[in-house]
């Protein structure tokens, strides 16, 4: 699986689970989920068990405190080189 693929994943989760407006112009692999406010802290939870249930990948600490963790292209950055 490569980025690509975990990307648009995520980003279809995301828009599912999050109920995101398809008519939403800013959202996408790269906006900021958090900052944006399409992400809460309840919402960060649920995302980290999608994230080890459909890629079997546990995020550490200091790749859930970086920057590149605030993007759909970010995440699947980081699940692709922890798989």
């Given at each position: 699986?490569?980025?690509h693929d975990v990307a648009e994943q995520?980003?279809?989760y995301i828009r599912n689970h999050f109920a995101i407006n398809p008519r939403d112009d800013?959202?996408?692999p790269r906006v900021e989920l958090f900052a944006g406010g399409?992400?809460?802290s309840v919402g960060l939870a649920e995302l980290l068990e999608f994230i080890q249930d459909q890629f079997?990948?546990?995020i550490p600490d200091e790749d859930?405190?970086?920057d590149d963790f605030a993007t759909i292209e970010g995440?699947?950055?980081i699940v692709c080189r922890l798989t």
């Open positions: 699986m490569d980025a995520t980003e279809a800013r959202f996408g399409y992400v809460d079997g990948v546990v859930l405190l970086s995440i699947a950055l």
